[in-house]
């Protein structure tokens, strides 16, 4: 539990929130674009931006953040994609209920399911993935 709180641990999550702020670029560019200029349905296009953003991620992760030099990196994108779709269950359920419940905008919903997926997806793949 020690390993958590140290600074290798928050340096790495620090760098996992860039990366994942990068991956917000294209997660909101592709839904955007699949929402509003090709009138996809809104969840559909969410799961299109989240994944196109996770495939990203994993790349940039595997070099920047957690510097895996795993060979078998079918196996370790496998496990990130697995990750990012428990994720994406997560964050589409997240964006359902506060949609369903508060009526806010679409995009601010995205934003607040994005903020508590970021906690799953750094922790699943710091201890699964690239452990």
């Given amino acids: 539990m020690s390993e958590i709180f140290s600074k290798v641990f928050l340096i790495k999550f620090i760098k996992f929130g860039v990366v994942g702020f990068s ?24 799961s299109i931006g989240f994944i196109l953003a996770a495939s990203s ?21 496998t496990s990130f994609i697995i990750i990012s779709l428990i994720g994406l269950l997560i964050n589409n359920f997240i ?4 949609l369903k419940r508060f009526k806010i905008n679409f995009y601010f919903a995205k934003a607040f399911a994005i903020a508590i997926v970021i906690i799953w997806n750094f922790l699943a793949n710091a201890f699964i993935t690239f452990s």
């Fill in 23 to 46: 991956g917000l670029f294209v997660d909101y560019g592709f839904t955007f674009l699949c929402k509003e200029v090709l009138k996809i349905n809104k969840f559909i296009s969410n």
């Fill in 57 to 77: 991620n994993y790349y940039l992760n595997r070099i920047w953040t957690f510097e895996s030099e795993n060979p078998d990196i079918a196996h370790e994108f």
């Fill in 95 to 98: 964006l359902w209920l506060i």
